[in-house]
T-cell receptor
Framework: ETGVTQTPRHLVMGMTNKKSLKCEQHLGHNAMYWYKQSAKKPLELMFVYNFKEQTENNSVPSRFSPECPNSSHLFLHLHTLQPEDSALYLC?????????????FGPGTRLTVL | GQQVMQIPQYQHVQEGEDFTTYCNSS?????IQWYKQRPGGHPVFLIQLVKSGEVKKQKRLTFQFGEAKKNSSLHITATQTTDVGTYFCAAMDSSYKLIFGSGTRLLVRP
């Protein structure tokens, strides 16, 4: 499946580094999402963009900064992360239709913070 | 906020046995979706249920939406090793965000 791509697939960073995760969707969708998936918690919604506008920020720490330059691209900028931020970060996209909205996930970026 | 409870957390079955995972909410749901995540993979959409009492089948998988639209189940008949993975239910909350259950991890002994 290549509808939603994410890079890099794996990332190891120190707590003082700055890095960015990239997501691109080729499905013509209007909404894009960042999720965090860790071993101890279910899928946690972090950010939602609908028509390039951020419509949701689920109390995410400011060390995570999203950017959505257009409806096909989504970034997650990372800085001064903590070891507990190590997780699988999943990007997803959907039509943005409020009533019936299936999400298509990318392969994820496995992040390890040392 | 809305929560979706999913049980069991894990299920280990012998190949050929049946498997069921349950999803429950304290509030009425407008619809419910099911996703499967293979080990090392990402969640993949399986199906969406919208109507009260709705039942849908995909080969050996049977999905049900409760009459009160507060619960749902996924049943797999005669499991195969290819069924291994984590199954998530997800419900849309009042602000149209998908809330995922904690998932049921299925392991199948060959």
């Amino acid at each position: 499946e290549t509808g939603v791509t994410q890079t890099p697939r794996h990332l190891v960073m120190g707590m003082t580094n700055k890095k960015s995760l990239k997501c691109e969707q080729h499905l013509g969708h209007n909404a894009m999402y960042w999720y965090k998936q860790s071993a101890k918690k279910p899928l946690e919604l972090m950010f939602v963009y609908n028509f390039k506008e951020q419509t949701e920020n689920n109390s995410v720490p400011s060390r995570f900064s999203p950017e959505c330059p257009n409806s096909s691209h989504l970034f997650l900028h990372l800085h001064t992360l903590q070891p507990e931020d190590s997780a699988l970060y999943l990007c997803a996209s959907s039509q943005g239709d409020r009533e019936v909205d299936t999400q298509y996930f990318g392969p994820g970026t496995r992040l390890t913070v040392l | 906020g809305q929560q979706v409870m999913q049980i069991p957390q894990y299920q280990h079955v012998q190949e050929g046995e049946d498997f069921t995972t349950y999803c429950n909410s304290s509030t009425t749901l407008s619809n419910i979706q099911w996703y499967k995540q293979r080990p090392g993979g990402h969640p993949v959409f399986l199906i969406q249920l919208v109507k009260s009492g709705e039942v849908k089948k995909q080969k050996r998988l049977t999905f049900q939406f409760g009459e009160a639209k507060k619960n749902s189940s996924l049943h797999i008949t005669a499991t195969q090793t290819t069924d291994v993975g984590t199954y998530f239910c997800a419900a849309m909350d009042s602000s149209y965000k998908l809330i995922f259950g904690s998932g049921t991890r299925l392991l199948v002994r060959p």
